[in-house]
């Protein structure tokens, strides 16, 4: 198996070149998940090796700008807001036929269906279709799940229901000629109902209705940890993971279920963080590599 890993939250501050170096000693690594800021993508991480692969998730960009703007998103009912969120996608269009000059091979891109409050899954479908009239070529543009709004308590992301997410990628998959689908991420999953059979539900109805792109494995936790508050979107470790919180609920077990579920997924991947201080270069490629052993033996 090989796996699309997004290192970014687990780099160091220093020694970068050396923690990727690192990182390509592990033969499950085939490419990288590179984070789209609200103003532009970063350079091909140095160290990193030239034939990996790459997958740009905008969801760093799209939590900043929504943050700066409450009206910001794809899915949003504001005329301005969406036409904000379409001209971000282009900026990433820009970025990903700039890495594609340089000679890298990006698999895909992940967008999500912001804002909070008030996502509209027609104007969702209308955005991405949109987007799906731009020359991707061989690069697909899914959509990555993230929680949806929480009845009775406060969302981290709020956007669409996977549900309406499926139901609005499905009629576009011809337009598309099937480079269109979800991602199903299991932390964003499972904080949305606070159920750890959740990710593997959403990506059991992904791969029925024929959607289902890829699969992404990150921790969440209902305690306070160093990572931050109970439910946060930190990309938390498995439990198996030497430094991981022992009450991170992504474990081997949630692993192999999620594995079976998926099937043949065009890809899988893994985003853990670590922290920024106390640890080597290779130390974090050690962490990383036990979370890649931990998905190619499951």
């Not at 170096?21 to 160290?47: D, F, I």
């Not at 997958?55 to 700008?65: A, E, L, W, Y």
């Not at 269906?113 to 697909?140: C, K, Q, V």
């Not at 494995?217 to 430094?243: M, N, R």
Request: one cysteine or more; hydrophobic letters at 45%.
């Amino acid at each position: 198996m090989s796996l699309i890993v997004g290192a970014y939250p687990a780099q160091p501050a220093a020694s970068q070149q050396e923690f990727y170096r690192g990182l390509a000693t592990v033969p499950a690594v085939r490419g990288l998940e590179l984070p789209y800021g609200p103003h532009g993508g970063s350079p091909w991480p140095a160290g990193a090796p030239a034939d990996w692969s790459a997958v740009v998730t905008s969801i760093p960009g799209t939590m900043q700008r929504l943050n700066a703007s409450a009206a910001f998103g794809l899915a949003s009912t504001d005329a301005g807001g969406r036409k904000e969120a379409l001209e971000f996608v282009a900026s990433l269009h820009a970025y990903v036929l700039s890495l594609k000059d340089d000679g890298r091979q990006v698999e895909a891109v992940e967008l999500h269906s912001a804002p909070y409050p008030g996502a509209n899954a027609a104007m969702f479908g209308a955005s991405l279709s949109e987007i799906l009239e731009w020359d991707w070529a061989t690069t697909r543009v899914l959509v990555e799940h993230c929680d949806a709004p929480r009845p009775g308590g406060t969302p981290e992301k709020g956007f669409l229901a996977f549900a309406d997410e499926v139901d609005v990628i499905r009629p576009l998959r011809e337009q598309a000629a099937g480079q269109v689908g979800v991602v199903v991420n299991w932390a964003r999953s499972v904080i949305e109902t606070r159920n750890p059979d959740t990710a593997a539900e959403h990506i059991a109805l992904a791969r029925e209705a024929g959607v289902l792109a890829g699969v992404m494995f990150s921790g969440c936790s209902p305690d306070t940890t160093e990572f931050g508050y109970p439910w946060i979107d930190a990309h938390l470790p498995p439990v198996e993971v030497d430094g991981a919180p022992p009450s991170s609920l992504l474990n081997r077990a949630e692993i192999q279920r999620c594995l079976a579920a998926a099937g043949a997924a065009p890809f899988i991947g893994f985003k853990v963080g670590l922290p920024r201080e106390g640890l080597t270069a290779q130390d974090r490629v050690d962490r990383l590599r036990q979370m890649c052993d931990l998905i190619e033996g499951s």
